[in-house]
């Protein structure tokens, strides 16, 4: 018997991606491409540049996750690029900007600093992801992050540079630039570490009698960091800085209260 004809394997098409789920992986894209050029920038000296970059980077992370929950475009490869990209640009991109600015008068002992925050930036992202898949979470902790984010923490490390282009210009003597390294090493533990810090997605929509408060202080936010923008990050640092003790006493109060739940619970 002879066998018929064979017939040709049809070939494998690509599921069509709803456009929904590539717009937040192109705004990730984007951020991305930013703490890329803001390595770019601190190369040739344009460190001012290099931090308005961080600053656009940081910006866009925060919008891509809310445009993939608001278009419902979630998904797990989104979810790793972001994390490669955040790593990138709050992680390498800052600790590279400091160490091309000052670290390096320090020689080994700045590159080992700026070793530290990337490393701790990666151990951060890595554990993010990780408790993404924990089940049983009491939904308050979905208004703490567990260490400091690492779009924070990059934020909070340039610190030392919005000072010193601000109009304090504080300059770059050996003492500041230690100063700098140990700074640098307690943002690393924090974002290493397991403290609490306010995530933000709390806030929601707001109340009808502080639309114009809020239109208002936005609006001259806006106008400050277009005049200031060294001083109003900087200041936004401290104000985050201040935050922190804040963040774990109700972390902690909302713990007690559930460990006071949990006998009666159980009787």
Same mark, same amino acid.
């Given at each position: ?85 955040d790593?990138?640009d709050?992680?390498?991109?800052p ?40 089940? @049983? %979470?009491p =939904? ?5 992050? #567990?260490?400091?984010? *690492?779009? $924070?923490?990059?934020? +909070?490390a ?7 282009l ?37 806030? @929601? %929509?707001? =109340? ?5 408060? #809020?239109l208002?202080? *936005?609006? $001259?936010?806006?106008? +400050? ?43």
């Amino acid at each position: 018997m002879t066998a018929g004809p064979q017939i040709p394997p049809r070939p494998r098409r690509f599921r069509a991606v709803p456009l929904r789920i590539v717009l937040p992986n192109v705004v990730t894209l984007l951020a991305l491409s930013m703490g890329l050029t803001a390595i770019r920038f601190a190369i040739e000296g344009r460190f001012e540049t290099a931090v308005l970059a961080i600053i656009v980077a940081a910006i866009l992370d925060g919008l891509d996750g809310r445009i993939a929950r608001a278009l419902h475009g979630t998904s797990r490869f989104g979810a790793e690029l972001d994390s490669l990209a955040d790593f990138v640009d709050f992680g390498v991109a800052p600790a590279l900007i400091l160490y091309l600015w000052s670290l390096h008068e320090m020689k080994a002992l700045g590159w080992f600093a700026a070793l530290i925050f990337a490393i701790a930036g990666a151990l951060r992202l890595a554990r993010f992801n990780v408790m993404l898949d924990e089940p @049983g %979470r009491p =939904p308050w902790t979905a208004n703490f992050f #567990v260490g400091m984010p *690492a779009p $924070a923490g990059a934020c +909070l490390a340039l610190l030392p540079l919005y000072l010193n282009l601000s109009e304090l210009r504080l300059p770059t003597s050996h003492a500041f630039v230690g100063w700098q390294i140990g700074y640098l090493l307690i943002l690393a533990m924090l974002m290493a570490s397991r403290i609490p810090h306010f995530s933000g997605k709390g806030i @929601g %929509r707001i =109340p009808r009698d502080l639309v114009a408060v #809020v239109l208002f202080a *936005a609006a $001259a936010l806006v106008l +400050l960091l277009a005049t200031y923008p060294m001083e109003v990050l900087a200041g936004s640092c401290l104000l985050y800085l201040c935050l922190i003790p804040v963040a774990i006493a109700r972390y902690n109060r909302h713990m007690r209260a559930d460990q006071a739940q949990q006998p009666s619970e159980t009787t």
